[in-house]
């Protein structure tokens, strides 16, 4: 292994889960941390930590500068960025391997490409990945964007084309509506991304969300089959699926091996992730967008392969070519992710930074939870609301759900509200357990099922 010390370019569970995967292949890991991070678990458990600033993300996490210049001061030969933050920052990957360190992700060039929502649509196309029909690249002005609408016909999105998250996203139903929603998704992208651009795609009813997870070394790449994510808030995720039970097994073929195709066309290297949206009515497919870095919800799909993906993501940009074919990924079982949030979900899930008085974790076979939360940590108040990540894994659906009941009853966070009154709620409901949901479903089923302290 050509890494020796890797820098933790992130916080909470995505830290800890970096640090541990680290651990087992006998590398050792300094922890950035802004100065808010310090008594995190991931800072605690790390082999030496460096402060890259303030408490502010800006200031910290989201510091290029800073964080190259805490990697490089504390000896380190390789930057892991996790998910969100910089993660995705092609100008700070190029950083990192200009100053002699690796990146463990894509390359900058693929980060450059795929990046851009707009482009990686053109690039998709020419793969012979189904795109939703939509604008020819970004669109410059009102004007640009009205012409593209009418071709497209309404409704249409409005997306960020340097986006993700479901930031900057908004839904035009007409010319006044798109006139109204441009400015305001400029101004969203601006301010999250540092880069207003936008695109328009066509607007699917009823669409399942449906992405694939890729491994690449930058020759050849894999897929390790799919994960639903169509249960949703605000277009933030809140509940994943792996594999998709929306999807034939010819179904499920088909769109696997058009992820693989793109992420071969591109020279994919490390973990990266493929969305797709779903007609099941229909059983069409439609590539979104790429995510160049690892998902936060990876964990259902290492439970039915078997695979650690942060750990194969640290061999292969340590110059380890991909140890595996299509062949060695079984797909077994039935695995279901939720999220637990500080957010308060009888309170219009108003952020609920707190101190945890008390913590009772699930256990039990296939029962996992990823966190970094102990008994007397002080949740800060700046950054995402997520605590963690409860994962589980059976022989079926029906049994992960049932295993999912019983862990969430044993789950109990103390100290702030949490989002797995959520959980406890939709594990119970029939649509839910039916499988009978879609991107728009969970904020209907809101409106109608108000959550009560």
């Known amino acids: 292994m050509a890494i ?16 541990r995967a680290a ?4 590398i050792a890991t300094v922890q950035g941390v802004s100065a808010a991070d310090r008594e995190m678990l991931p800072a605690r458990l790390a082999d030496a930590v460096a402060e890259i600033g303030p408490a502010q993300a800006g200031k910290s996490y989201l510091n290029k500068g800073a964080v190259l210049h805490a990697a490089i001061e504390s000896g380190c030969d390789a930057v892991h960025p996790g998910y969100g933050f910089l ?35 053109s690039i998709a196309a020419e793969a ?22 009418a071709t497209i016909g309404f409704p249409v999105m409005i997306k960020a084309a340097a986006g993700g998250g479901g930031r900057g996203i908004r839904v035009a139903r007409d010319p006044d509506e798109l006139a109204t929603l441009i400015p305001q998704a400029t101004a969203e992208a601006k301010a999250a991304f540092g880069d207003g651009g936008l695109y328009l795609e066509r607007f699917v009813a009823r669409a399942r969300h449906v992405e694939v997870q890729v491994l690449g070394d930058g020759r050849d790449a ?13 277009r933030q995720k809140v509940w994943e699926e792996a594999p998709a039970a929306c999807l034939s097994p010819e179904a499920s073929e088909a769109l696997c091996a058009s992820a693989v195709r793109l992420a071969k066309t591109v020279g994919y290297r490390g973990a990266g992730t493929l969305e797709y949206l779903y007609d099941a009515e229909t059983g069409a497919f439609f590539f979104i967008e790429m995510n160049t870095r690892i998902q936060v919800e990876h964990p259902v799909t290492e ?3 078997g695979i650690d993906l942060v750990r194969e993501m640290i061999r292969i940009a340590g110059g380890e070519p991909l140890r595996l074919s299509q062949a060695d990924v079984r797909p077994r079982g039935h695995a279901i992710e939720v999220r637990i949030n500080a957010e308060d979900p009888a ?9 945890i008085t008390a913590l009772s974790l699930p256990g039990g076979p296939g029962v996992r939870v990823d966190t ?25 659906r029906e049994a992960a759900l049932a295993r999912l009941g019983r862990a969430l009853g044993e789950l109990a966070v103390e100290g702030l509200p949490t989002t797995a009154a959520l959980h406890r709620a939709l594990v119970a409901d029939p649509a839910v357990r039916a499988g009978d949901v879609h991107t728009r479903w969970l904020e209907a089923w809101l409106e109608s099922h108000p959550l009560t302290p």
Do not use: W
């Open 4 to 19: 020796r010390r890797i820098f933790v370019a992130n916080r909470g569970e995505i830290a800890l889960r970096i640090i």
């Open 23 to 26: 651990r087992e292949l006998g």
């Open 87 to 121: 993660s995705e920052n092609a100008d700070f990957a190029q950083m990192v391997e200009e100053a002699g360190l690796t990146f463990i992700g894509p390359r900058p060039e693929t980060i450059r490409r795929m990046g851009d929502k707009a482009t990686a649509r």
């Open 128 to 149: 012979g990945v189904p795109t939703v029909p939509g604008s020819e690249g970004r669109v410059e002005g009102l004007d640009a964007a009205r012409a593209a609408a």
């Open 222 to 234: 894999i897929h390790l089959f799919e994960r639903e994510c169509s249960l949703q808030r605000r």
């Open 303 to 305: 439970m039915i392969t």
């Open 347 to 355: 309170s219009a899930f108003r952020p609920a930074p707190g101190t």
């Open 372 to 396: 970094m939360l102990y008994p007397g940590y002080a949740v800060p108040p700046f950054y995402d609301s997520l605590l963690a990540k409860l994962v589980i894994h059976d022989e079926s």
